[in-house]
């Protein structure tokens, strides 16, 4: 079971970028990485999802080294609003997708708090 | 396109009742996850379901129990209620083609007095 590590509490300012890392070491072939982003009373909302080397859509950037073994999301310019807690999601791929159909392990979450 | 909804939005029960909770993804998606969520253990796999079949299953006692109708549309079941079951229960559904999960519903509150 690929079980991921965050750091429980990130600061910034508004207008830096954030980086977010998330370590999976027992990551499988077929584990894909996903990232949530998460409000007080509300469910989680999809951010970004990769498998390697790097993803980028109009929300955030998402690094995966060769080995796969840890992510990074990358939340470029932050603005108050990005206060949130954010998951690391590691798990198989459908069945169609020949995914090992493990059990999904989302992180602890870490707790970024932008300041302005 | 309509999003998850769960209904109801939030119950009280007391110790020892059971409890029914309900999902209706979004319209087209066939998969469908349960996850629960509380300060402590923060968000937990509960099962998954895709086409009617559950496909996957967390660490859970047997008193956690789902299903899924022919629509997509998903249950799932607490029995024997016990205080430790308070916690926000949150549905996903997503296509089916990847990994479950990518769009969330608000959740339905329980509280167990």
């Known amino acids: 079971l690929a079980k991921t590590t965050q750091p429980i509490s990130m600061d910034s300012y508004e207008g830096q970028e954030v980086n977010i890392t998330c370590s999976h070491n027992n990551i499988a072939t077929n584990d894909y990485i996903t990232w949530y982003q998460q409000f007080p009373s509300q469910g989680p909302r999809f951010i970004i999802q990769g498998y390697k080397t790097k993803v980028t859509n109009e929300v955030a950037s998402l690094f995966i080294p060769a080995d796969r073994k840890s992510s990074t999301l990358s939340l470029p310019r932050v603005s108050l609003s990005d206060t949130a807690v954010y998951y690391c999601l590691v798990g198989a791929a459908a069945l169609n997708y020949g995914g090992s159909q493990g059990n999904l392990i989302f992180g602890k979450g870490t707790k970024l708090s932008v300041k302005p | 396109k309509a999003g998850v909804t769960q209904t109801p939005r939030y119950l009280i029960k007391t110790r020892g009742q059971q409890v029914t909770l309900s999902c209706s993804p979004i319209s087209g998606h066939r998969s469908v996850s349960w996850y629960q969520q509380t300060p402590g253990q923060g968000l937990q796999f509960l099962f998954e379901y895709f086409s009617e079949t559950q496909r996957n299953k967390g660490n859970f006692p047997g008193r956690f129990s789902g299903r899924q109708f022919s629509n997509s549309r998903s249950e799932m079941n607490v029995s024997t209620l016990e205080l430790g079951d308070s916690a926000l229960y949150l549905c996903?559904?997503?296509?089916?083609?990847?990994?479950?999960?990518?769009?969330f519903g608000p959740g339905t509150r329980l509280t167990v007095l």
């Open positions: 996903a559904s997503s296509l089916g083609l990847e990994i479950p999960g990518q769009f």
